[in-house]
């Protein structure tokens, strides 16, 4: 899980490349490279789902904004039923009565006033009835104010009854200060000519009727003739015959709905009828926030939907760019580590060939002069004139001697690039040993470097590949001595193990690696060196060539103190796989 | 006992010749593997000490010819190279091979050696 989990940590981020020249750079910037896939695939996944709920949220609240708008207008439609109801029940209880009087009997007071009673019984909030002539003039009225013979032939509701046959006023005050309408029909008579039965009705019931409907809070409903003059008292504040602040609707003979905007409460749903036959407009007024309050539900769920998915595909995106993204880096890590491997082996064979290249060149002339002071020394020892002078064979023998330690170094030279690309082989680890710090020797006696070897005389050779333990060696020692001071020590130690296994310690006592960088120092291009020519690679590769060698390494560290390398070696290779190793041709 | 030095070091060789005839070994020498092969022409020897490396023919080949010569002729290698074909070549005839600067007493020792093996009729 945790390795796992480690795949999603964005390692391409910090790491960077230490090699120079084109080959050692990344194929890739892998910022930019995860940027954009984070980018295009965030695009095409979040898009859709974009769309997808733009066009819901859509979809959703037209839906819910047209099931209001007929609701409304459905409440409209209803009203406008009941309140032409109302009328229509008067209106037909006039037209009954024109027809079951006759006019003597209908202007006759008593009968008139009994017609009033039974009107008020059944009806209620009627308080006059009168009857007019076709001159205009009131011949008969029961009510509480004295009109009869009054003439109304210059009026305008006279007039349209006259023309209509009907007349429904609209709400007024009158003499009894009470709101009130007037409905008036003509009859014709039997001489051809005309009456007109008028009566006053309180709107109080109309009033009963309209606070009934369900409107809610904020709703309100209005009844108001042409002018925008309300006839019946609104819900809220308004009184008849105060003008509304909603501009008069255009008329159309069906139940219409449209959208208002106030600048105090916001928005509206308005639903309004003209009520044929009657100069009353019905307007039915609902606040669009209280309509919806679903939607706002809904609208929200959409937005929560909507921001968990940008979630879930960012988490997800972003993971797997972050995933894929870093095995490339790896991959490209890795390619880089190899060329490094591959140069620091050409180096090392190079170093190896010119090495042998001189020694060799060296080695002739070495061996005239070799030859000659031998020969000057058999003159010497086998001629009676110089046998017995000191001083001569004194210098021939240091002449010897000094070509026999020339003779030594270019021995050592020739024998560590032989060793150099051999594979297993039976392995004496003192003598590899020695070889190695041979070469560090005058380096160690100038800066006064004691050097301790301590093998156990019970290991036996076994089979190794010497040229790699030569190089293991060489870069352990190396680092010690980069590690140490004037007068530091380095002890070179290796016992037997009962599991069949050498165990070999490097130890100096040198500045030492701080714990935080000693989990790193195997990592290839990790060095603390690297304004000095270090390259972040000797360790790395001496972790490779152990493990190539079926060995293992491990590191302990006080700063200040020391460090110590343990290297463990098996002693028989049967299990060892030989990698494939890269070698440039000579 | 009669030995053949071949080395392409005239000083060298011309010089390793007198110390041992001072140590009582007739040697004769020569630079190239052509002088060498018309000597044993005319002249037998009990072995020859050859260098590895010398230009137009080398040690190792010279030694088969020598080999052809004189059936049973000994060699000893000098070699001042230590490159992987010379190490392999004096790997397989241990005895006789040895890296320049040489030691007097070792190569007299490596020729008693080898003519012990001779009057033995072993070797190679």
């Known amino acids: 899980m945790k390795e796992l989990l480690k795949n999603f940590y964005p390692k391409f981020l910090w790491g960077g490349s230490s ?40 979809v959703t609240r037209k839906a819910v904004e047209s099931d209001t708008m007929s609701r409304t207008s459905r409440t409209v439609s209803n009203t406008k039923r009941t309140i032409s109801g109302f009328l229509l029940e008067r209106k037909s209880a006039l037209d009954f009565i024109v027809h079951d009087n006759t006019f003597e009997e209908l202007i006759d007071p008593a009968r008139l006033e009994k017609i009033l009673e039974n ?27 004295s009109l009869t013979d009054k003439n109304y032939s210059g009026q305008e509701w006279f007039r349209q009854v006259v023309d209509r046959g009907i007349y429904i006023s609209e709400v007024f005050l009158g003499f009894r200060n009470v709101p009130h309408l007037v409905i008036a029909i003509s009859h014709e008579l039997p001489n051809g000519s005309f009456s007109i039965l008028r009566t006053a009705i309180d709107t109080d019931q109309l009033n009963d009727q309209m606070t009934t409907l369900e409107l809610g ?21 308004e009184k008849t015959f105060e003008k509304i602040a909603i501009p008069i609707p255009p008329f159309s003979p069906s139940t219409e709905t449209l959208d208002y905007h106030d600048p105090y409460e ?12 009657t100069p009353f407009i019905l307007m039915i007024a609902k606040n669009k926030n209280e309509l919806m309050k679903s939607w706002h539900k809904t609208r929200v769920e959409i937005l929560i939907f909507l921001s968990v998915g940008i979630l879930i595909v960012m988490v997800g995106v972003i993971g797997f760019a972050t995933f894929f993204v870093n095995n490339i880096y790896i991959a490209d890590q890795r390619r880089i580590k190899t060329l490094h491997q591959v140069e620091y082996s050409n180096k090392l064979a190079s170093i190896g060939r010119l090495a042998a290249g001189v020694a060799h060149e060296i080695n002739n002339p070495l061996a005239i002069i070799n030859e000659k002071s031998g020969l000057i020394k058999d003159i010497f020892q086998f001629s009676d004139k110089y046998a017995k002078d000191e001083k001569l064979t004194g210098l021939v023998d240091a002449i010897h001697n000094s070509v026999a330690r020339c003779g030594a170094i270019t021995k050592q030279l020739l024998s560590f690039a032989r060793h150099m690309d051999v594979s297993f082989q039976p392995v004496k680890l003192e003598t590899i040993i020695r070889d190695v710090i041979g070469f560090l020797g005058k380096e160690a006696e ?24 030569q190089q293991v060696f060489l870069n352990l020692f190396n680092n010690s001595f980069a590690a140490m001071t004037e007068g530091g020590n380095l002890n070179v130690a290796a016992s037997l193990m009962k599991d069949d296994r050498v165990r070999l310690t490097v130890a100096d006592n040198g500045c030492g690696i701080p714990e935080k960088d000693l989990k790193k120092i195997f990592e290839p291009f990790f060095s603390t060196r690297t304004r000095t020519g270090g390259t972040g690679l000797g360790l790395s590769i001496t972790y490779s060539l152990i493990q190539e060698i079926g060995g293992a390494i491990e590191v302990s560290s006080t700063p200040g103190v020391g460090t110590r390398f343990v290297i463990t070696l098996p002693l028989h ?14 | 006992m009669r030995i053949l030095l071949v080395d392409d070091e005239e000083e060298f060789v011309a010089t390793l010749a007198e110390r041992l005839s001072l140590r009582g070994i007739t040697a004769d020498w020569v630079t190239n593997a052509h002088d060498a092969e018309n000597l044993v022409n005319t002249q037998h020897y009990d072995l020859a000490v050859l260098d590895v490396k010398m230009p137009k023919v080398g040690g190792r080949e010279l030694k088969k010819i020598l080999e052809k010569k ?36 070792d190569l007299i020792r490596k020729i008693n050696d080898a003519l012990d093996r001779k009057a033995q009729g072993g070797g190679s």
């Open chain 1, 217 to 237: 809070a904020q709703g309100n409903a209005f009844i108001i003739n042409t002018q925008g003059e309300l006839q019946i008292p609104a819900r809220h504040h």
């Open chain 1, 19 to 58: 090699g120079k020249g084109p080959l050692y750079q990344h194929m890739f910037n892998y910022s930019r490279l995860w940027r954009s896939a984070v980018m295009l695939t965030a695009l095409s996944a979040i898009l859709p789902l974009l769309a997808i709920t733009w066009f819901d949220y859509n």
């Open chain 2, 70 to 105: 004189q059936p049973g002729i000994k060699t000893i290698y000098l070699t001042g190279h230590g490159s992987e074909e010379d190490y392999q070549a004096g790997s397989a005839e241990a005895e006789f091979y040895l890296m320049k600067p040489i030691n007097i007493n």
């Open chain 1, 573 to 586: 290779a049967k299990n060892i796989k030989e990698k494939p190793h890269a070698h440039t041709p000579g």
């Open chain 1, 446 to 469: 100038y800066r006064n470097i004691h050097i301790t070897i301590d093998v156990a005389k019970n290991i036996p050779d076994f089979e190794s590949d010497r040229g790699k333990l």
């Open chain 1, 119 to 145: 009107l008020q019984k059944s009806f209620g909030g009627i308080s006059d009835i009168g009857v007019i002539d076709a001159t205009g003039r009131q011949i008969a009225y029961v009510g509480p104010y």
């Open chain 1, 266 to 277: 916001g928005d509206f749903i308005i639903g309004y009828a003209y009520v044929p036959d």
